[in-house]
């Protein structure tokens, strides 16, 4: 057991009362290697004991012998990074951030929103086509895939209103992809899909809409 956590279970009366005052188990305080971020807060409230002595690598007051290098974290261990990045916002400790690499990560956040976007669209676009020229083939399953591609798509939307406008920006791109993947899926001809997408916007998003 850590050392700092047998000092802890100490001034609580040992290790069962810790467990039950922390919500979590005896069996996981033994096996714990280092103190979860998250614990820290409550070990400090519980036992007094400063935060920084449980977490030195997170807390203030860490010394700098102890402290790891965050872009190291970023690089071998990002999990542990990504904990390092929310304690120091939630403490303000701005001036300690791995900037750079939190400016790429919520860039790379911002894409994977549009990313998912597209790709929704683009499943969406493809089982339109295939439920408009194969319609002895419709099934069950194809319109469970519109309905869950539509409510995914407005959820995002929702979620992020600034990106409202986008699936109409991309429409035309992720239709030329779609139109190629309809024909592969379904056997027939490219050229039997039309060239420049059949739909709107506002059809291809609407629930009600089947073609």
């Not at 974290?73 to 990074?81: F, I, S």
């Not at 919520?106 to 493809?126: C, D, F, M, P």
């Not at 429409?171 to 779609?178: C, G, H, K, T």
């Not at 001809?189 to 609407?206: E, G, H, M, N, W």
Request: charged share 30%; with cysteine.
């Amino acid at each position: 057991m850590l050392s700092v956590v047998r000092e802890a279970a100490g001034k609580v009366g040992g290790v069962p009362k810790l467990a039950r005052r922390l919500g979590v188990s005896r069996q996981a305080i033994y096996q714990w290697t280092e103190v979860p971020v998250e614990r820290a807060a409550d070990l400090e409230r519980v036992t007094g004991i400063p935060r920084s002595r449980f977490r030195p690598d997170v807390f203030k007051g860490a010394a700098p012998s102890e402290a790891k290098d965050s872009a190291a974290d970023y690089e071998h261990d990002y999990h542990a990074w990504l904990m390092r990045q929310a304690a120091l916002l939630a403490e303000q400790r701005f001036a300690e951030l791995d900037l750079d690499n939190l400016i790429d990560e919520i860039q790379a956040l911002a894409r994977s929103e549009k990313r998912e976007i597209e790709n929704r669209l683009n499943v969406l676009l493809v089982h339109l086509l295939k439920w408009t020229h194969q319609p002895a083939q419709r099934s069950g399953g194809w319109r469970s895939t519109i309905i869950e591609q539509r409510a995914r798509l407005l959820k995002r939307l929702q979620d992020s209103p600034s990106l409202r406008g986008y699936p109409g920006e991309v429409l035309d791109e992720e239709y030329a992809i779609a139109r190629e993947k309809a024909a592969a899926e379904t056997g027939l001809r490219a050229t039997t899909f039309p060239k420049s997408c059949p739909y709107t916007i506002d059809q291809v998003l609407d629930p009600d809409f089947l073609p």
